[in-house]
């Protein structure tokens, strides 16, 4: 029975080993995606007050050149029941909220079916990983420790890779109107365990010009602008 047992692990570690080269071609490591709302919402009309801070846009897996995979391979039936039985889905709503769509379901399925199913973890692993990592990532305190507020002013694209490079790895910008820093994407290995340096290439594949800055105001769906106090 021990002996079996052995084998069995092993075939399991096998296959899994085997599927993700087969299922995943090119999958390389994770870009855990932090937006900053007032500008994401500027691209994607937001319905949902956001909160003023960083928050997780999606974790997704990429190839070594920093290029999104997209391949749907990985489906999985009855995705929205999986997700709504996620035990710590009460959490997620708080690491992973949905500003553009007032359903969150509809939304995870959405960064599942374009993102999720192009990495080798099921749903729920997948879901808890996304959940995880966002826990121990704080960008708002970390670049307000380095004197960088969302306040409008602007400060050299470096100061933001300097800010944060110890403490998550060298990140890669996006931004909007090359001025207005977007999104925030940290590294994340293939285990997605821990926080890596994204290499050069993607680096290098920045929508930010030099000066960047981030603005405290939202603009919502509605017109409506919207700034917390
Ligand atoms: C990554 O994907 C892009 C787009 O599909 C492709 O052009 C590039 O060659 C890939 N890089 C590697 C190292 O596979
Ligand atoms: C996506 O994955 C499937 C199954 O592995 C494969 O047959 C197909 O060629 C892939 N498509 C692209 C665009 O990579
Ligand atoms: C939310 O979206 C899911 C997935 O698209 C859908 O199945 C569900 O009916 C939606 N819920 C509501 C209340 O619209």
Same mark, same amino acid.
């Given at each position: ?27 390389? @490591? ?36 920093? @290029? ?34 007032? =359903? ?9 079916? =374009? ?39 602007? @400060? ?65 769906? =509605? ?7």
């Amino acid at each position: 029975m021990g002996i079996s047992f052995l084998i069995s692990f092993a075939l399991f570690f096998s296959c899994i080993a085997s599927g993700t080269a087969q299922k995943n071609p090119g999958f390389d @490591h994770f870009w855990l995606v932090q937006s900053w709302p007032p500008v994401y919402c500027l691209k994607y009309p937001c319905k949902n007050n956001p909160p003023l801070d960083f928050v997780l846009h999606g974790l997704w897996p990429v190839n070594s050149s920093g @290029h999104t995979l997209k391949n749907s391979s990985h489906k999985f039936d009855d995705l929205e029941t999986t997700i709504e039985n996620l035990p710590f889905i009460e959490e997620l709503k708080s690491n992973w909220p949905s500003l553009a769509s007032t =359903n969150y379901t509809s939304f995870w399925k959405h960064e599942w079916d =374009n993102h999720g199913s192009g990495q080798p973890l099921d749903p729920p692993d997948y879901f808890l990983a996304a959940n995880r990592l966002t826990k121990n990532v704080d960008l708002l305190s970390t670049l307000r420790r380095n004197g960088i507020l969302p306040d409008g002013t602007s @400060h050299p694209i470096t100061d933001y890779v300097d800010a944060t490079k110890d403490i998550y790895g060298y990140p890669r910008l996006t931004c909007v109107h090359r001025y207005l820093l977007k999104e925030v994407n940290l590294c994340v290995d293939r285990q997605a365990r821990n926080f890596i340096s994204c290499n050069h290439k993607e680096r290098g594949s920045t929508t930010c010009g030099k000066n960047i800055n981030f603005p405290r105001s939202v603009k919502m769906a =509605n017109g409506y602008i919207w700034t917390e106090v």
